[in-house]
């Protein structure tokens, strides 16, 4: 089941109070409801088959494997092919990826739990020892699963892009990026929801 990334007036308040261009994009905006996949795995494999791909081609074949496919579990995977799993619109290397890590989950190689006991930085250290999985995947997983409240995500395209257009830049350097990061902290990831917003509309993606 999936529920939606919780934040309230606390938050919003914060951020307002931080940035004002933001402010007025979320007093705009409204609340955003953004959906969460709550199971770590699951999660992961929504990640892996987000990389590099339109955010359109993602939820099909996300919606094809829920349809196809049921729970996404390390079990579930690992029983498929990879001639199978590609069959649902991934690529090849993609499909290698998701059943490598459900093998290493079920033979205790990867304890995936144990990222809840972690802090961001070795949650991304973590994750990156997987076939297939760098920082971005490691940061949507924090946000659209274990729902950490403070990431901002440089290799976010969309996320730049807003950045970009909210304080009009033509470029967005990493330093002028952490600046922002460390203004919207320690709520950034209320603050990513709004940037994805304003990118384009990716705040109303349905997982």
């Not at 934040?7 to 409204?30: F, H, N, P, W």
């Not at 795995?41 to 359109?56: D, M, R």
């Not at 973590?126 to 995500?153: C, H, Y």
Request: charged share 25%.
């Amino acid at each position: 089941m999936s529920d939606y990334f919780i934040y309230g007036q606390k938050e919003v308040d914060y951020l307002k109070s931080r940035d004002k261009r933001l402010g007025a994009v979320i007093e705009q905006t409204g609340h955003i409801y953004r959906r969460v996949i709550p199971d770590l795995y699951a999660a992961l494999v929504h990640s892996i088959i987000g990389q590099q791909i339109s955010t359109k081609a993602h939820e099909t074949i996300w919606q094809r494997m829920n349809v196809g496919i049921g729970a996404i579990t390390p079990q579930a995977i690992d029983a498929m092919s990879l001639e199978d799993l590609q069959k649902y619109g991934m690529t090849f290397k993609k499909a290698g990826y998701i059943k490598s890590t459900a093998r290493k989950i079920i033979t205790g190689e990867f304890n995936i739990d144990s990222l809840y006991s972690m802090t961001d930085e070795e949650v991304c250290t973590e994750l990156s020892k997987l076939d297939g999985v760098g920082t971005w995947t490691a940061e949507m997983l924090m946000i659209f699963s274990m729902q950490r409240p403070n990431i901002v995500s440089y290799k976010d395209l969309a996320i730049i892009r807003g950045m970009k257009w909210l304080y009009h830049h033509k470029e967005m350097t990493k330093e002028r990026f952490e600046r922002y990061r460390k203004r919207y902290a320690p709520y950034g990831s209320v603050a990513s929801l709004y940037l994805w917003k304003i990118a384009g509309g990716q705040g109303e993606v349905i997982l």
